[in-house]
C-alpha cells in the first residue's frame, strides 16, 4: 500500500495502475462500516484507493470539526491488507488559499440532514468531486448509512457526466443494532445504552408498515414514541419521505426512507431503513 498526500504524488501514482480502480471516501477513524465498503472494491475492481480526509467545509459551525475522532496508524494498519493506495490531502492541498469554486446540488439536498445542516451537503459535494477529479475511478462505494449523502451524489454524478458507478453499500451494525460509526466513540456507556433507541425506533416502524399500516403520520408517530421512552435521547427530525424524491409522505405506496437524526448528550446520530 502507497500513503500519498500531495496532488502530484496522486497523479503519478494514479497512472501506473492499469485496469478499473474502486475508491472509498472516508474521514478516517475506521470501523467495519468503512471496511465493508473497501471489501466490496476490492471484489469488484482491480485496484484500491482510499482516502482519508476530515473535509472541514461539510462541518457546520457549531460542529465536532476539531475534535473529531482521528488515528491515522490504527486506519493504515486496518487497511494495509486492502488497499493499494491511500490518499491523505491536507486542508490546504484541497482548499489552498484563494479557493473560490463550489459544487452544490438543489432538491435532493435541501430536506432532513440539508436543512438540519446548512452547507453541509455542498461541503460534501465539492470534496467528492474533487476526490473523484484526483483520483478519476471507475466506482465509488459509499454507505447506506448517510442515505440522502448517497442519494446527493448519485445527482452530482448524473448531473456532471462523472463517468463513475456510484455503489452503495448496507448498513453495517454493532450486535445490539447501533449503526457503526466513528462519532459512537463519544458516547459513555449510559449513553452507549440509550444509542440503540434508534434502531429500536426504526424496527418498531418496520414492525408497524409490515403489519399493513401505509399511514405515514403514523409511522413516523411510532418512531418518535419509541425514542420519547429513552430519556437521553433528543429527536432532531424523523423522516418517513419517497425513497427517489426524500419527500415527506401521506401514504407509502412505492418505496420509502424512514430515517432519523437523533442527539444522545452532544452526540448526534443518524440511522435509516428503506421499506419496500
Ligand atoms: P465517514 O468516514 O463517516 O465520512 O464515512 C465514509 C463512508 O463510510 C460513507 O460513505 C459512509 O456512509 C460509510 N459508512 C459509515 N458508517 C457506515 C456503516 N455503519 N455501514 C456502512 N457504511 C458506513
Wanted: glycine share 6%; proline share 5%; aromatic share 8%.
Amino acid at each position: 500500500m502507497r500513503s500519498i498526500t500531495s496532488l502530484d504524488e496522486l497523479r503519478s501514482s494514479r497512472l501506473s495502475l492499469d485496469g478499473t480502480v474502486g475508491l472509498a471516501p472516508t474521514m478516517g477513524f475506521l470501523h467495519e462500516g468503512h471496511l465493508s465498503l473497501i471489501r466490496r472494491a476490492r471484489d469488484e475492481c482491480d485496484h484500491v484507493v482510499v482516502s482519508i480526509f476530515v473535509n472541514p467545509t461539510q462541518f457546520g459551525a457549531n460542529e465536532d470539526l476539531s475534535k473529531y475522532p482521528r488515528d491515522i496508524e490504527r486506519d493504515l494498519k486496518l487497511i494495509e491488507p486492502l488497499t493499494d493506495l491511500v490518499w491523505m490531502p491536507t486542508a490546504e492541498i484541497m482548499y489552498p488559499q484563494g479557493y473560490q469554486t463550489w459544487v452544490e446540488v438543489e432538491a435532493i439536498a435541501s430536506p432532513l440532514e440539508g436543512t438540519m445542516r446548512p452547507g453541509h451537503f455542498k461541503g460534501v459535494t465539492t470534496v467528492v468531486a474533487k476526490l473523484f477529479n484526483g483520483v478519476q475511478p471507475h466506482k465509488a462505494y459509499f454507505g447506506q448509512k448517510d442515505a440522502q449523502q448517497a442519494a446527493v451524489i448519485r445527482q452530482m454524478v448524473r448531473d456532471l457526466n462523472f463517468p463513475i458507478e456510484i455503489v452503495v453499500c448496507p448498513i453495517v451494525r454493532e450486535a445490539d443494532g447501533l449503526a457503526m460509526s466513528s462519532r459512537n466513540v463519544y458516547l459513555d456507556p449510559e449513553q452507549r445504552k440509550a444509542a440503540t433507541g434508534l434502531f429500536r425506533s426504526l424496527s418498531a416502524a418496520k414492525d408497524l408498515y409490515e403489519n399493513g399500516e401505509r399511514n405515514a403520520e403514523k409511522i413516523r408517530r411510532k418512531m418518535k414514541d419509541v425514542l420519547a421512552d429513552e430519556p437521553l435521547a433528543k429527536v432532531q427530525y424523523v423522516s418517513c419521505a419517497d425513497y427517489d424524491t426524500l419527500e415527506e409522505l401521506d401514504a407509502i405506496n412505492g418505496k420509502a426512507l424512514l430515517s432519523m437524526a437523533v442527539f444522545i448528550g452532544k452526540t448526534r446520530l443518524i440511522d435509516n431503513f428503506v421499506l419496500g
